[in-house]
């Protein structure tokens, strides 16, 4: 399984990204697909999740702000996170993950950096 991110980068607060994770398979096979975020000296974060009936689940601190949804047709293999309304609380590398076969599988991280 591999997986593939990309979209981070350096916005200003209130500005938005959109983070895109590509993986191998149908993001609609997979028991569950979503993001992580880290910032130096503290413990990975779960920002959204999308678990393979549709649910979402997000971090409360970004609860109104982010969006996770899976692509479709022929983006079914990608799962995207809209942000929107960022503040520097969201800078952080962003680490895109699935959970499929019992097992946790990550790709490389994204760094978004909100900052004036």
């Known amino acids: 399984v591999q997986l593939q991110a990309s979209g981070g980068g350096s916005v200003q607060p209130g500005g938005s990204l959109r983070l895109s994770c590509a993986t191998s398979r149908s993001t609609f096979s997979l028991d569950a697909i979503g993001w992580y975020r880290q910032v130096p000296e503290k413990q990975r974060e779960l920002v959204a999740s999308i678990s393979i009936d549709g649910t979402t689940n997000y971090a409360d601190s970004v609860k109104g702000r982010f969006t996770i949804s899976r692509g479709i047709s022929l983006a079914k293999n990608t799962v995207y996170l809209q942000m929107n309304s960022l503040n520097a609380e969201d800078t952080a590398v962003y680490y895109c993950?699935?959970?499929?076969?019992?097992?946790?599988?990550w790709g490389q991280g994204t760094l978004v950096t909100v900052s004036s």
């Open positions: 993950y699935i959970d499929f076969v019992g097992r946790l599988w």
